[in-house]
Each structure stands twice: as structure tokens, then as C-alpha cells.
């Protein structure tokens, strides 16, 4: 087994272990805020967190196909993956630079924002998300599995779910993934250094305490560092094999970072934002409660 390979499966591996459990943690405290009141922000969140849990549930599948045990992704199946790890990888960039938008507005047009602060107008900017990002995968679904049988891209690739394109192949393909990349990545990351960029700058001149201030330059230079180090070299390779017309030999260990965003975004993104931090007291609080009521229960019966 080559060395990247190992090196991928402890990634995703971690990932899942991490991810999954932090996740599932940060979807529950915004649930459960939503509940008490509902903002856009909230609303991208949960999207945020959904689309993380559907991407780190599927890597089992990538692990097993990787790991060699005997066992090679059926072709339907190779597609349905590549459409929802993708999707997912590309609908996670969308709501970050949603999240950036929504601060972005809040901070600069405070007062401007608070007429369309709606959550049904949150929830149609989601589903518009969802719908871009679903056309792009069915696109390349289309092309996986329809056509000329020598272009279909699981042809010669049976063994490794898409990873050794032909000339023919990579031609149908290099342009599509230039333009994901345009459209799905470069586009948002533009927007959402914008966003944050404009934040800060009103931030520091306004008469926010300190500690306040350096809460929200944290929170964005974590968010704009996990999204260039996490999709950066991905979409980077893109480009170059486009220029190129080739799969270039890093693109793989550039698809490895991606996965690390689905357990760094909880951990960095969401643990750093006051939303969160008053979430987590609040389920804190919650269950607390709950011991004590049972810790109550259960000597009310001990006397009795």
C-alpha cells in the first residue's frame, strides 16, 4: 500500500472520529437555538452542519475502496458517491461565504439588514444553494455514467472509483472542473474575504470592547484560513491540470485536505463564535437540569 494512501485513510479516518461527534454536537445546539429564535445565520449553520454529517458519512465508502480489501465500488454506486462527496465539499463553501455574507450585512448595514433579516429569506438562499450545487453534481453524473462508452469516466477505472483518467476522459472533464472551481470556489472565496475583510475594518474602529474585537478577528481569519488550506489546493489543481490537460500528481494529496474541513469547521468555525458558546451553556444547563431532576426522583424513592 503506497504511502499516501495510508496517509489518506488516517485523514479520513480522524475526520470521521472527530467530525462526526462535533458535528452532531454543533447541529444540536443550533437546533436547539433556532428553537428559541431563529436568525439566517442559524439557518446556513444547520445547512453547514448537515452537509459536513453527509460527507463524513459516506468516506467509509472511499476508505474501503481505497484500502484494498477485496472489495471494488460497483459503478452506480462510484457515482453516487463522487455526487454526494463532492456536492458536499462545494455545498460547505457556499454556506461559509452565506455565514460571511450574513455577518457582512449585520455589521456593516445594521441597520438596512434588519428588513430582509427573514428566515424565509434564508431559507430560499439554502435551497438556491442546494439547487446549484445539485445541478453541477448531476452534470458530472450525466457524464459518469451516459455517453460513448470510451468517455464515460468509470471506463478503465473500475478499481479506483475515477482516479486514472484517459485523454478522452480528461478532455470532457478538465472543463468542468475549471469551472466548478470558478463558480463553486473562487467566486465565494472573493466574496467571503470581502465580507470579512469589511467586518474587521468596522469592528476595529467602532467602540466594541477589545475582548470583542479580537473574538471576531479570530473567527474570521479561522474561517478564511480553514477555507483556503482545506479547498485551496484542490481547486488549485483544477486550473493547473486544465492548463496542462493533465491529472496532476498532487491532486490527490490536495483531495486529502478537503475532508479536513468537515472536523476543523465545528472546531474552529463554530466553538469560536458567541452563538455557540451561549448554545453549549444553554445544553450545559439542560442537562444538568435533567440529572438533577433524576438525581430528586431517585432519592424521593430511596426515603419512601
Not at 119 to 129: A, D, E, N, T
Not at 177 to 184: F, K
Request: a positive charge; glycine letters at 6%.
Amino acid at each position: 500500500m503506497e504511502v499516501w494512501t495510508v496517509i489518506s485513510l488516517v485523514v479520513y479516518g480522524v475526520t470521521i472520529i472527530l467530525g462526526l461527534p462535533s458535528n452532531a454536537l454543533a447541529f444540536y445546539v443550533f437546533y436547539c437555538r433556532a428553537k428559541a429564535h431563529l436568525t439566517p445565520n442559524l439557518i446556513y449553520m444547520i445547512n453547514l452542519c448537515l452537509s459536513d454529517l453527509v460527507f463524513i458519512l459516506f468516506l467509509p465508502l472511499k476508505m474501503l475502496d481505497m484500502g484494498k480489501v477485496g472489495w471494488t465500488m460497483p459503478e452506480f454506486l462510484c457515482a453516487l458517491y463522487n455526487l454526494i462527496h463532492f456536492g458536499t465539499i462545494y455545498a460547505s463553501i457556499c454556506f461559509l461565504t452565506a455565514v460571511s455574507v450574513g455577518r457582512f450585512l449585520g455589521t456593516v448595514y445594521p441597520i438596512q439588514y434588519q428588513v430582509y433579516k427573514k428566515p424565509c429569506y434564508s431559507f430560499l438562499v439554502s435551497l438556491g444553494i442546494w439547487c446549484l450545487v445539485g445541478l453541477h453534481g448531476m452534470l458530472i453524473f450525466v457524464l459518469e455514467t451516459t455517453g460513448d462508452i470510451s468517455l464515460r469516466l468509470f471506463a478503465g477505472n473500475g478499481s479506483s472509483c475515477y482516479s486514472n483518467l484517459t485523454e478522452a476522459q480528461l478532455a470532457l472533464m478538465a472543463p468542468v472542473r475549471l469551472e466548478l472551481s470558478v463558480v463553486l470556489f473562487f467566486l465565494p472565496l472573493a466574496i467571503t474575504l470581502f465580507c470579512y475583510t469589511a467586518c474587521i475594518r468596522v469592528l476595529v474602529g467602532s467602540h466594541l470592547h477589545v475582548r470583542k474585537k479580537h473574538r471576531a478577528v479570530r473567527v474570521a481569519a479561522a474561517t478564511l484560513s480553514v477555507f483556503v488550506l482545506c479547498f485551496g489546493p484542490y481547486n488549485i489543481s483544477h486550473i493547473v491540470g486544465f492548463i496542462k490537460m493533465q491529472n496532476v500528481w498532487w491532486r490527490s494529496i490536495a483531495l486529502i485536505l478537503t475532508a479536513c474541513n468537515a472536523f476543523l469547521d465545528p472546531l474552529v468555525f463554530y466553538f469560536l463564535s458567541t452563538a455557540m458558546d451561549d448554545g453549549l451553556a444553554q445544553v450545559w444547563g439542560s442537562l444538568t437540569d435533567k440529572c438533577r431532576s433524576i438525581q430528586l426522583k431517585i432519592a424521593s424513592v430511596h426515603r419512601k
